[in-house]
């Protein structure tokens, strides 16, 4: 018997095949040593790294670009630059621009915040970011709300691939809208949707999977568990579990009991 627990092992981003559905951040881990275990008992296939943390160059930091990515790259892990921390579109085009030069890609995380309090994406920097950042050629990764016309104008500004927030970021709250998500999910269902932010145990992340999402983006839930290095692995195995019951198909929930065992004919006397 086959007991192997098969998913579609790929999907797509930008043309370029992952062959895993977690990625994840890199701040806050509490040594160079964790962040690398931990990433690889994740599995992730991509890895985000904010540009401001490269440039203010703390120890940790320049350990993860000298040491632990190369030998990322070399097993086909790719590195997602971030513009966590941009308040407006002009900083944050400016910081992609840096990013592609030093870290030798054109995936640009597009991160605006809005809010100071709730790190909401602001919709309106965020389109404008990602139109100009489309034209000079990056492929954009934007952060945004689970705004359904801000997602629609992410598209028409040419991004090819989304990244909704399940919470606020660091937060932990898991998916906060799952209506909002399920209908982003029915509404765009060729576009890759990432659910970014927010996922604060592998129950969410099995969620996003569930409702169809191609993959989730999470840092905070692995980087500040008790045993991060634990937490990542829960995590690998979350996201391929939920997946796995997408595609089997989930059970919709029923308003009324329905026997599982159907009885019917007459009953049969034993004994
Ligand atoms: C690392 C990164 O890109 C974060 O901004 C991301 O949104 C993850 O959020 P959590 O820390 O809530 O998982």
């Given amino acids: 018997m086959d007991t192997s627990a098969s998913t579609t092992p790929t999907w797509t981003a930008y043309g370029e095949t992952l062959t895993s559905r977690l990625m994840l951040g890199t701040a806050g881990y509490p040594s160079p040593t964790v962040l690398r275990q931990a990433l690889d008992a994740s599995g992730a296939g991509v890895v985000t790294v904010g540009l401001r943390r490269m440039v203010a160059g703390d120890g940790g930091d320049n350990a993860f670009l000298n040491e632990l990515l190369p030998p990322l790259r070399a097993r086909g892990v790719r590195l997602l630059p ?7 579109a002009r900083e944050a085009v400016a910081l992609a621009h840096m990013a592609r030069e030093l870290m030798d890609t ?6 605006v915040v809005g809010d100071e309090h709730t790190l909401q ?3 309106w920097g965020t389109v404008e970011a990602a139109a100009e950042l489309v034209k000079a050629g990056f492929a954009v990764f934007p952060y945004c709300t689970d705004d359904l016309v801000t997602c629609q104008r992410l598209l028409d500004a040419g991004c090819e691939l989304l990244m909704p927030w399940g919470a606020p970021i660091g937060s932990g709250q898991g998916l906060l809208n799952p ?3 399920r209908t982003l999910r029915a509404r765009l269902p060729q576009v890759p949707l990432v659910v970014d ?6 129950s969410h992340a099995a969620l996003a999977m569930e409702l169809g999402f191609d993959a989730v983006l999470l840092n905070s839930a692995v980087a500040h568990a008790r045993d991060p290095v634990a937490m990542a692995r829960a995590f690998g195995d979350a996201v391929r579990a939920g997946r796995l019951a997408f595609e089997a198909g989930v059970m919709a929930p029923q308003d009324m009991a329905i026997a599982s065992t ?10």
């Fill in 121 to 123: 994406p602001d919709p």
């Fill in 197 to 202: 932010a927010g996922i604060g145990a592998p």
């Fill in 262 to 271: 159907p009885v019917s004919g007459r009953p049969m006397l034993l004994g």
């Fill in 106 to 111: 054109h995936w640009i995380k597009l991160e």
């Fill in 82 to 88: 971030n513009t966590a921390g941009c308040r407006s």
């Fill in 179 to 181: 209506w909002a998500l």
